[in-house]
């Protein structure tokens, strides 16, 4: 018998209500419960909903003009965002590529970077080092790269999987080594990893900066970063930043590249960057890069919908909101405050074995047993419970079931850069509620 309740699928059974209205960092269905967006979505909703001034510059833009195809005519909106993304970007990456969403955002950095190496002469280059597990997008590039089984595997024969590396969870470390040590003992797979694929097949080195949805929120030591970075010029190797949830100030600067001073060669940004007002996503490279391509006959790559002016302008709009509210200084003190409460949540819940992340990205993990970060038992499906009990209360938070070769249940907790001390209560009230 059929279960159908309406013509639309989605990705599995579980009911969720109609969504009525959304502001600021709360969402109201359709019989008027109220719930705190507690995950901004899947990252996304970064300024909070229905800013006035975003909502005013869309409908400005609407009133001109909402398409005009990239290859006929140029726009003020994408033009003006292009600006603002240089500005805000670290040293000379400033040629910028928009793309609709995160998942071509990472196609387009591995064709752009590919596409390089062969005006460069180094057409042998084409694998991309990865890691395990990591979440780089759905489309099969993007999913050649992402480190996550379930969604990698029923794939494999229609998809080249690409080489991995293991992602930094030094939490589940249990050697003598300091943090620094742990930090280049990880970035040291990286070379290992070149030499054994052969360092002139060797195209690029992708990751997320701080984890996102794959491993919730894993911060690698400081001593990683800058190694990762020397080991891609010690083998003339293109280093990306997959930013697709970092980026535009989510962890308290506007990307996670400015914590360790990183200038990667290629950054994919994604989600925040328009914030849920309209789909879009960016790719941003050196002016050496992109001309190199230009002289050589052009990206032979694009999207349809790519920089139209509505979404440009929505980014446009959350950038300035960015700057004017102050967002990512109150990300960064908003997120040390809500850290360090989720901290205090490890004495009084002993299934709570840790507690990472930096900015609003952060994240708890629960297991069985905290000395040796024991996982529970998958058959509790406490990554989907714990969802529920949050969201009957009214709490939304991000949960995924996974994490370094072994199984974990963790949970994001990604409010709105917006959000202020006496929400971050009512986030932790809810919380508490749902764990006891
Ligand atoms: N990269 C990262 C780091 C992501 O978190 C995501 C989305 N979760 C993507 C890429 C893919 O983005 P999208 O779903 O917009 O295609």
Not at 79 to 92: C, F, I, K, Q
Not at 182 to 207: C, H, N, S, W
Request: proline share 5%; aromatic share 10%.
């Amino acid at each position: 018998m059929s279960n159908k309740t309406s013509n639309l699928f989605y990705q599995s059974r579980a009911p969720r209500p109609f969504l009525d209205r959304a502001e600021g960092i709360y969402m109201y269905d359709q019989s008027g419960k109220r719930y705190i967006d507690g995950s901004s979505g899947a990252m996304v909703s970064n300024i909070g909903h229905s800013n006035p001034n975003v909502l005013e510059a869309m409908k400005a833009q609407m009133d001109k003009s909402t398409f005009g195809y990239r290859l006929h005519f140029r726009t003020e909106p994408s033009e003006d965002l292009a600006s603002m993304v240089a500005e805000r970007m670290p040293g000379n990456l400033d040629r910028v590529f928009f793309v609709s969403g995160g998942s071509e955002a990472v196609e387009s950095a591995i064709k752009l970077a590919r596409q390089y190496a062969i005006t460069q002469g180094k057409s042998s280059r084409w694998k991309v080092i990865s890691r395990f597990p990591s979440y780089h997008g759905s489309t099969f590039g993007a999913l050649a790269l992402t480190g996550y089984d379930p969604l990698a595997r029923p794939f494999d024969p229609m998809m080249r999987d690409m080489p991995k590396i293991a992602a930094p969870a030094c939490y589940l470390d249990r050697d003598n080594l300091t943090d620094e040590q742990r930090g280049l003992k990880y970035a040291e797979l990286l070379r290992d990893e070149i030499i054994k694929q052969g360092p002139e097949t060797v195209l690029a080195f992708i990751m997320e900066p701080i984890g996102g949805a794959s491993t919730g929120a894993l911060v690698a030591p400081d001593s990683y970063y800058g190694r990762i970075a020397e080991i891609c010029k010690e083998f003339g190797i293109l280093l990306i930043y997959d930013e697709v949830m970092t980026g535009v100030g989510r962890t308290g600067s506007f990307l996670a590249a400015n914590h360790w001073d990183i200038e990667p060669d290629i950054v994919a940004m994604s989600k925040g960057f328009a914030a849920g007002y309209a789909p879009l996503g960016a790719v941003v490279a050196r002016e050496t890069m992109v001309e190199a391509l230009l002289d050589a006959g052009g990206f032979l790559h694009g999207y349809t919908y790519a920089g139209n002016p509505l979404a440009c302008a929505a980014g446009v709009a959350v950038l300035k909101e960015i700057d004017r509210l102050s967002l990512i200084d109150n990300c960064a003190a908003m997120g040390a405050l809500l850290k360090s409460r989720l901290e205090g949540l490890m004495e009084r819940y002993p299934f709570i074995g840790d507690v990472r992340g930096k900015g609003l990205l952060l994240a708890f993990e629960l297991v069985s047993d905290k000395d040796s970060m024991t996982p529970l038992p998958k058959e509790y499906n406490c990554y989907l419970e714990l969802v529920e009990l949050a969201y009957e209360r009214g709490l939304i938070i991000y949960s995924r079931r996974t994490r370094g070769g072994v199984e974990g249940d963790h949970f994001l907790v990604a409010p709105a850069m917006i959000v202020n001390e006496s929400q971050i209560d009512e986030i932790m009230g809810i919380l508490i509620e749902s764990l006891d």
